[in-house]
């Protein structure tokens, strides 16, 4: 299934721009991947925080849609604890709970040296329509 779903998130146009890599994605967990460039930095030569955000929403929508089931997002919750100086970020998703309708799940960044650089907690709406991988 994993493939799958990596092969479905391969068409999201925004993240394939800003680099983005799903390395995998199941119902409920998904990690992902960002080589960091020039052009992912800010003014005061830091990794722009919509950066950051941007690879955990992307893990979020993963793991949250891996099911089949579409789900947005309709809450986020970004604490940003520290900078990064490395080259590569990841984010891991993970599932926390689950009902009918709402999801909740949590979300960490970290560089490559396993530092945590951000905690994000998103709420999911499914949505009722499926996803055909």
């Known amino acids: 299934m994993s493939e799958q779903v990596i092969k479905f998130f391969e068409q999201d146009r925004f993240a394939a721009y800003i680099g983005l890599k799903l390395i995998k994605a199941e119902p409920g967990i998904a990690e992902v991947e960002l080589e960091i460039n020039e052009h992912h930095y800010n003014a005061v030569n830091m990794i722009q ?32 604890l520290k900078a990064t100086k490395g080259k590569v970020l990841f984010a891991e998703a993970k599932e926390i709970s689950a009902s009918k309708k709402i999801t909740n799940y949590v979300v960490h960044v970290f560089d490559e040296m396993k530092e945590l650089i951000a905690s994000l907690s998103f709420t999911g709406y499914k949505k009722g329509s499926n996803i055909e991988f």
């Open 49 to 80: 925080g919509g950066v950051i955000f941007t690879l955990a929403d992307f893990a979020f929508a993963a793991a949250s849609n891996a099911g089949g089931q579409v789900t947005v997002g309709i809450n986020a919750n970004v604490t940003y």
